[in-house]
């Protein structure tokens, strides 16, 4: 039986370790991505339309121009307005002052219990000179750019309660800043196409607030086609504080390392980084049944997650699930609170602007260097859709309570066998004439057949045994 059972333990472990290898290996890639060349280009090097000082105007006028961009407000809060398609329309006719060409604002509807809202996202498409991207890669580089100025009621059954309650802050953390930051690289992108290799889809994001709504509908708006020719989805998100980090994935990525590469290159690796190794995993579903998800990824990179390479650069300083406040020193997180204001933003972090800077650069090398599509590769090269699945956590349990099951009895076994009292060896004997005429030794064992009942030759377990004897003298006298 421990031969079988080792041999069933050898085969489970075996399993497991090769379904732990075929994952890992499924997700590597034999290229070296650490290989590049930065673009050369003077105009770009002089950098003025990042600088600091852009930056703090160009969110400073989106803030004062777009003060309420609550979304699911167009029908519940009439007083204050549809913020929301307000701020969309200064989006697009900003984009136009910058680039010349006017944004896409593309409705949606969106149902939300009871209650049905409309919203809309703002598109800007920047394509590749023709001929330079054969293969029609796209990059997708988003923010949501609604906010929860004012309070969000439910109507129907629900009346009463709330969406959301309102902060009465300008949002300029979540997402002020990103969308500023969106805003000059659309201004820069548009003006290189010559020199682009890949397209790219700058879309602000509606109903970001609400589960990312803007996003999912976007996603679902470009069909099977349309997003067959994802390389890469960015997402810009809570930009301003100390330290920028970048998320890429659980695992390395040829992507993340070629970006991350660059950071160094160009002397960001002090101010850029992954996140750090006290990061909490949240034990929230995001993905079917994956308990995954480190914080920063609860935006619109979890719409694109399992199916598309991912990137979201973030403020770290706004982060509040660190075991070891290892980058905000305990200051105040302001994103999605009545603090999240541009004055309050500029006392808690002065060195926000260049933040937004560093963060636009940095994307901008990162697309336009040489070896960017080889990186990104065919899109995602491992989905996780099986194995984040409920079946795969079943299989998964099964398997490892076998293997436990199977490891328990084999331990047990040598256990009992290393520590198990030597076997005593029993002789049955009968005791005739009662045990007084006996010497019992170890091990065994005595029936006693003494003066038993006609009736129960087992009596003498008992205390009537002797009262009979003693009646059948009585008779006899």
Known sequence: MTGKLKKLTAVLLLILVFAVFATVAAGCSATDFSNFNLPENDEYETKDWLSDECMKN????????????????????????????????YIASRLETLTGTKGDIRSF????????????????EVAAKEGNN???????????????????????KYSGYNYFAGTKAEGAMSD????????RLCEYFAGKTDELTVDIDFVFYGMGC?????????????????????RLAVTLDNIGGDNLYLYFDEKPTPHGKFIMGIAKTVGYDN????????????????????PYTPFELLNESSVYFDSENICTVTSGSDNTFLLYRQDGYGKESIRGT????????????????????VAADLLVRSVMSEGFAEACGDGRSVSYGFWTSSLAAYIAGAVLGAALFAVTIIVVKKLRKKYAEPEMKRNIKIAVFGMDYEQPHDGDIFFDIHSPRDDDPFSDAFDGGNEKHDDDHKDDK
């Open 58 to 89: 160009e969110l400073s006028a989106f803030l004062g121009a777009c003060k309420d961009r609550t979304s699911l407000s167009e029908s519940e809060s009439p007083d204050d307005g549809d913020g929301e398609y307000a701020a969309a329309e």
């Open 109 to 124: 509807t969106q149902q939300c219990y009871e209650d049905e809202f409309k919203s809309a996202n703002v598109v800007f």
């Open 134 to 156: 054969p293969d029609d890669n796209k990059v997708i580089i988003g923010t949501h750019y609604d906010n929860t100025y004012s309070s969000s009621p439910m109507g129907g």
């Open 176 to 183: 002020g800043t990103s969308v500023a930051v969106m805003l």
């Open 210 to 230: 609400y589960d990312y709504y803007g996003a999912r509908d976007y996603y679902r708006s470009l069909g099977e086609t349309g997003r067959s020719n994802i």
């Open 271 to 290: 101010y850029v980084s992954e996140p750090p190794a006290t990061q909490v995993d949240l034990p929230v579903k995001t993905v079917d049944s994956l």
């Open 338 to 357: 009545s603090s999240d204001t541009l004055a309050e933003l500029e006392k808690l972090y002065p060195d926000y602007s260049n933040q937004m800077s």
